[in-house]
């Protein structure tokens, strides 16, 4: 069977070859117009940009990931998070392809399949379908928090499948559930005033994800106390995106052990094949972070400075690290690939009966041109921040003026954005913004529930 798929598969090779070696631009190239145009601040023209990627299938998913953060920074999150649950459902549906899946990728390279979004990504597609659906509705914000954190063991059991015992500690440090959710489904509980025990046990656990968030201790004792806010008074709830987020670029590495282990039984179902011991280096992504500009945000309200923004999720951090743990994986693929295109050399060889010097010279010089035009898969959901940093403050009933304030290294590096808010009597009242330097990107969201 595996002789039969492979030998048909050869066949097409100079095609094959053929395409590759006319070039392809990666996923970057694509990208970086309308991913410029959003740190811009032209949110239409970079809609337009990233609409238009949807037609190229390799960029479709990625542009529409890019597309739901645009819509969510204009003040659409019904639409962001309608856009959200579509993603999150293909992801799921192209996480259960076997192996073999996607063969044509092992003779190209991974930009030729469908992109299922890096771990971290389809945790945070869950997130921000709760952000997204607090700040329009707040039905469902809860249930989709519960799947964040239900994803993430996913994913851990299935990271931990092919890694050693000694690697297992930091692969767990990775999937660690996100202190975030478990903050959502505090507040949510808290806000009803009848559920105090509940929310006391969400903001226990958010404590022990996220112990040096000073501000989680305080709504914990609060809610032990049961006391949801002073009378007159209602909660505004600042959700702050601050920084920008990882994104990926190609780089070449040698493969490890665990990587050519786990290489030997992709090559085993596509092929009767085998991996070498040692390989050149190949080409793979890596996630990486731009530098930090702002530290948190300032709030004042009504001119008085309240305090700052404190991090409850370092989606940098949680990129880094789930990258780290599927590293392994990420690299057996690329070892397959290589060896998949030098044994489809040595097959067409045989087959057109290169038997001459120069014939067998022109084949192999093919073939290094065939490897050296593959190009690592740098497709990402690029609109991403750094962190989600959060400010609860109890606000007299009334409208007031909300200012925010960029901060770094404890100086406020701008003037700062002013809001008006209405404060509505023990009732909580949303603010969500993305500041991903000093100045904030689209308008602030604001929901009163």
Known sequence: MHSKRLAIQLRSWPLLLCAVLCGCSTHADFLQQPRDLFYRNELSEAEKKFTSLQRKKREADVAELDLAMIELVQGRPKEAEKRLKVLRDRFDELEKQSIAAGTLSYFTDDQTRAYAGEDYEKILLRLFLALSNLMHDGGDAEAYSLQMHEKQEQLFQKAVEDISEDKRTQVNQAYRPLAVGYYLRGLLREQTMNNYDDAVRNYEAAVSLNPLCEPLRWDLERAKNGVYCSPGHGVLYVFAMVGRGPHKIEVAEYATSDALLIADRIVSAVGPMSVPPTLAPIKIPKVVVP???????????????????????????????????????????????????KASIYAAKDQLAATTPLAS????????????????????????????????????????????????????????????????????????????????????????R
């Open 291 to 341: 530098q930090q500009s702002i530290d948190c945000l300032g709030v004042s309200i009504d001119g008085t400075r309240i305090g700052p923004t404190a991090s409850m999720t370092d989606i940098a951090t949680l990129a880094e690290q789930t990258y780290d743990a599927a590293l392994p994986k990420i690299m057996a693929r690329a070892v397959a690939r290589r060896v998949v295109k």
């Open 361 to 448: 010279l022109a084949m192999d010089a093919a073939g290094v041109a065939w490897e050296a035009t593959e190009s690592a898969d740098t497709r990402c959901w690029g609109l991403l921040p750094r962190e989600i940093q959060v400010l609860r403050v109890e606000v007299p009933v009334g409208r007031h003026q909300l200012q925010l304030t960029p901060v770094l290294d404890s100086r406020s590096m701008t003037k700062g954005v002013n809001e008006n808010i209405e404060i509505t009597a023990g009732r909580n009242t949303y603010v969500l913004c993305y500041f991903p330097d000093t100045h904030p990107i689209g308008e602030f969201l604001i929901s009163h």
